[in-house]
T-cell receptor, first 115, second 115 residues
Framework: NAGVTQTPKFQVLKTGQSMTLQCAQD?????MYWYRQDPGMGLRLIYY???????DKGEVPNGYNVSRLNKREFSLRLESAAPSQTSVYFC??????????????FGPGTRLTVL | AQSVTQLGSHVSVSEGALVLLRCNYS??????LFWYVQYPNQGLQLLLK??????LVKGINGFEAEFKKSETSFHLTKPSAHMSDAAEYFC?????????????FGQGTTLQVKP
């Protein structure tokens, strides 16, 4: 099993450009999450999807959109990138229905720089 | 609302010394608590989790944490630090919403291990 995979690993954008970060998991998990990690701020939840066909905002959703394409895939889109979106982005998945709260499994991250 | 505070953004210990990383939480319901570790340029991986079965939780790589309800704490310890323990450590608490699996992360503590 590959676990959680993310593409691309690195990306440099100019202000105003758009891009989509891809995430896929092969663990048959119901829930998927997108976080951003900034120095000194831990991980902050951008969006999550509790199950296929549903998405909800997290703590910092402004400037982002998501799509839960199917049970395996959860993409994050930046429509018009801004320097404030320079960050490391992590995708994670879990299966909270398997227990009251289950472990989240993380991808390796995407390092995004917006100039 | 649930929240997590990690005391100390940087902790430095000598190889072979005790490791103590502090985490305090607030939660309106009995919490589920997690410690994750992030090695340089990698995603997060689970060290251990507390789900009310036992107050002393043992994790991977010799780490353990004790849930103390009276102190609202979940500190991470390891009796003897190894150079390979150098990483960033995150404490997290479940959001409290049923069946979403959402976690709230602390700001992180960077552990430095000196030879």
């Amino acid at each position: 099993n590959a676990g959680v995979t993310q593409t691309p690993k690195f990306q440099v954008l100019k202000t105003g450009q758009s891009m989509t970060l891809q995430c896929a998991q092969d663990m048959n998990h119901n829930s998927m999450y997108w976080y951003r990690q900034d120095p000194g701020m831990g991980l902050r939840l951008i969006y999550y999807s509790a199950s296929e066909g549903t998405t909800d905002k997290g703590e910092v959703p402004n400037g982002y959109n998501v799509s839960r394409l199917n049970k395996r895939e959860f993409s994050l889109r930046l429509e018009s990138a801004a320097p404030s979106q320079t960050s490391v982005y992590f995708c994670a998945s879990s299966d909270p229905l398997a227990g009251l709260t289950d472990t989240q499994y993380f991808g390796p991250g995407t390092r995004l720089t917006v100039l | 609302a649930q929240s997590v505070t990690q005391l100390g953004s940087h902790v430095s210990v000598s190889e072979g010394a005790l490791v103590l990383l502090r985490c305090n939480y607030s939660s309106s319901v009995p919490p589920y608590l997690f410690w994750y570790v992030q090695y340089p340029n990698q995603g997060l991986q689970l060290l251990l989790k507390y789900t009310s079965a036992a107050t002393l939780v043992k994790g991977i790589n010799g780490f353990e944490a004790e849930f103390k309800k009276s102190e609202t704490s979940f500190h991470l310890t390891k009796p003897s630090a190894h150079m390979s323990d150098a990483a960033e450590y995150f404490c997290a608490v479940d959001h409290g919403s049923s069946n979403t699996g959402k976690l709230i992360f602390g700001q992180g503590t960077t552990l430095q291990v000196k030879p």
